[in-house]
Structure formats: structure tokens, C-alpha cells
């Protein structure tokens, strides 16, 4: 299982419930990579796409306590009500394949399991009021490559993998 993000200088990732920053590089990245893939995310997440519909040509998964089963049938993703199903069902692609897209709960509880995370780190303070935790500090984790640095919508950013040296199973 990978994650894919984008953050701050701080690791912000969020400001009231959306992206702080429209960088279009970092959105083609983000829809090159998790084309015809598994996307994994919370309820808010999913209610932070155009009309609350989960995103095309992907397979998306829930993870939500909330969530009416009846929508998920209705807008055609999968809804998992706790971390068990969410692993029997994660098992069923290939963990390449799956990608963890949010929001910060699901971030944090995912992290131990995930082999690799995906960030598109920019040079700016988004004021954000969510954050991913700080791989850079954290002894677990370590940058595996990183691209050049690249002008975007004026903003400087940057392509990071992450790789965990300790990855729990699930």
C-alpha cells in the first residue's frame, strides 16, 4: 500500500476541508498515478470531491461509520466500516495498486502499513489546520529520490518518495 499527498513546508496538507494550493503538475501526477488503481479515504474526503462522487476509472474505498450503504451502491464505491474489512478488502489488489488519498486520520492510522509514500512537497506555508506526519523526522521512514525542483502556478515544488523501513502487515 502506497499514500500520495501533497504538503507544505510544515507538512500541512489541508485547510478547511480542501487542498490549500491548485498546482496543476501535482494534480496530473496525482491522476497519472492512481489511474485504474484502488484509492483508500475517509468520509470527508470523499465529500470534498465535485458533488461528493468518488473518482473515475479508479476503484474507490470508503472508510466510514457513516456513510449509508445505500449511497456507496448508488455513486459505486466500496464502504468498509472498520479497519478489519478495509484490510480483507485491500487484499484483494495488488498493494501496489492501492493508494491511501486522505484525510489525516486515515493518514495516521494507514502509515505503519504503507511500504511508500508519494509527496509533492511545496516551497509555501498553506496555513493549513491538517497535517501528515514529518517523515523527514521520523527514523522509520526515509527519502528514497526526489525530483528537481519545479516552478508551478508559482509556487516551487518538489516530488518525493518516502519508503518505510518497518512496514506492519495487515
Not at 99 to 124: C, H, M, N, S, W
Not at 128 to 147: G, I, K, M, N, V
Request: hydrophobic share 35%; net charge negative; proline share 3%.
Amino acid at each position: 500500500m502506497q499514500a500520495i499527498l501533497h504538503c507544505d513546508n510544515k507538512w500541512g496538507i489541508g485547510k478547511n476541508g480542501t487542498l490549500m494550493f491548485s498546482i496543476p503538475k501535482d494534480m496530473k501526477f496525482f491522476r497519472s498515478t492512481t489511474l485504474n488503481k484502488v484509492v483508500v479515504m475517509g468520509a470527508r474526503t470523499l465529500d470534498s470531491f465535485p458533488s461528493g462522487k468518488p473518482l473515475k476509472k479508479r476503484t474507490n474505498i470508503v472508510l466510514s461509520t457513516t456513510i449509508d450503504e445505500k449511497r456507496a451502491v448508488e455513486d459505486g464505491f466500496v464502504l468498509v466500516r472498520n479497519l478489519k474489512e478495509l484490510f480483507d478488502e485491500i487484499k484483494k489488489y495488488d498493494s501496489d495498486d492501492v493508494f491511501v488519498i486522505g484525510g489525516e486520520k486515515l493518514y495516521r492510522t494507514l502509515l505503519p502499513y504503507t511500504q511508500r509514500v508519494l509527496v509533492t512537497k511545496v516551497d509555501a506555508d498553506g496555513d493549513a489546520d491538517t497535517f501528515f506526519p514529518d517523515l523527514d523526522s521520523d527514523d522509520d521512514w526515509f527519502l528514497s529520490s526526489e525530483s528537481d525542483v519545479e516552478e508551478d502556478n508559482g509556487y516551487r515544488i518538489r516530488f518525493c518518495t518516502y519508503e518505510n523501513r518497518n512496514t506492519e502487515s495487515y
